[in-house]
T-cell receptor, first 116, second 113 residues
Framework: AQKVTQAQTEISVVEKEDVTLDCVYETRDTTYYLFWYKQPPSGELVFLIRRNSFDEQNEISGRYSWNFQKSTSSFNFTITASQVVDSAVYFCALSEGGTGRRALTFGSGTRLQVQP | AAGVIQSPRHLIKEKRETATLKCYPIPRHDTVYWYQQGPGQDPQFLISFYEKMQSDKGSIPDRFSAQQFSDYHSELNMSSLELGDSALYFC????????????FGPGTRLTVL
């Protein structure tokens, strides 16, 4: 069965600090997809990134970067120079299978508070 | 760009009442998913539909049912509501071309009193 673990329940940083959110996953499938979503206080789920199991390239998008390591089953997310607007709950999620249309399994989320 | 539409956005019901939540997927998306997010919890998968047929089933209570219609919109019907059903209900949609990328609607916040 698939499982996603986000061990950090809550992280508090001061603006401009870098912060890394950890995500560890378990799956028996060789083909799977990993995601990060942001959920601000308003409640909507905002898609941040998707990575498939065959693409271990790290990705950078502005202040965001992701480190995917199959050897340790981890897909960590780093925010550089954090800002107050980054305050939200961040979910890591996993979807198995290569045909699409599979449900997402979410981690328990990490609440990030960025203090001014 | 068109997004997933959910209605209503907020709903207040009494215990033992019924509720119907609606979801309108992004045009040309063929798969719809329903998730339930309790207070302080992560979203939990309930059920999904592909081309109007049930595709996958998660932790959906027997009191809940869902369907996808010919125009691809979906409805989640909830009967005999309980206090524990109070949650944020998300609908998401995807298409073959977006493989596993699910686009989420804004959610319906259901409060059961």
């Amino acid at each position: 069965a698939q499982k996603v673990t986000q061990a950090q329940t809550e992280i508090s940083v001061v603006e401009k600090e870098d912060v890394t959110l950890d995500c560890v996953y378990e799956t028996r499938d060789t083909t799977y997809y990993l995601f990060w979503y942001k959920q601000p206080p308003s409640g909507e789920l905002v898609f941040l990134i998707r990575r498939n199991s065959f693409d271990e390239q790290n990705e950078i998008s502005g202040r965001y970067s992701w480190n995917f390591q199959k050897s340790t089953s981890s897909f960590n997310f780093t925010i550089t120079a954090s800002q107050v607007v980054d305050s939200a709950v961040y979910f890591c999620a996993l979807s198995e299978g290569g045909t699409g249309r599979r449900a997402l399994t979410f981690g328990s989320g990490t609440r990030l508070q960025v203090q001014p | 760009a068109a997004g997933v539409i959910q209605s209503p956005r907020h709903l207040i019901k009494e215990k033992r009442e019924t509720a119907t939540l609606k979801c309108y997927p992004i045009p040309r998306h063929d798969t719809v998913y329903w998730y339930q997010q309790g207070p302080g919890q992560d979203p939990q998968f309930l059920i999904s539909f592909y081309e109007k047929m049930q595709s996958d089933k998660g932790s959906i209570p027997d009191r809940f049912s869902a369907q996808q219609f010919s125009d691809y919109h979906s409805e989640l019907n909830m009967s005999s509501l309980e206090l524990g059903d109070s949650a944020l209900y998300f609908c998401a949609s995807s298409s073959r071309s977006s493989y596993n990328e699910q686009f989420f609607g804004p959610g319906t916040r259901l409060t059961v009193l």
